[in-house]
């Protein structure tokens, strides 16, 4: 494989080796949401439920205030409950 490896949709495919990042969480979050898009487009889902998928991770992740790797579940949980005070 040329591609080190890596599967099809992997977010060292969207990523540039050796190149240092300006704001990684948000530069992986955004490389990874490009290759799980890909995936889905690989599985022929339709490109609005993609979109639509992807519009709410982010969404999620800007509401709960924190990345999807940081979260936990007490995290979501807290969140959700100053949202409803």
Do not use: C, I
Not at 37 to 47: N, V
Not at 48 to 64: D, E, G, K, L, W
């Amino acid at each position: 494989m040329s591609d080190g490896g890596l599967g099809p949709g992997s977010a060292g495919l969207h990523l540039a080796a050796g190149v240092g990042l300006l704001r990684p969480q948000e530069q992986a979050l955004a490389a990874m949401l490009d290759g799980w898009g890909a995936q889905q487009m690989a599985r022929r889902l339709a490109p609005a439920t993609v979109t639509a998928q992807r519009r709410a991770v982010v969404a999620f992740a800007a509401h709960a205030g924190a990345f999807p790797w940081s979260g936990t579940a007490q995290l979501a949980r807290e969140r959700s409950y100053r949202t409803l005070l």
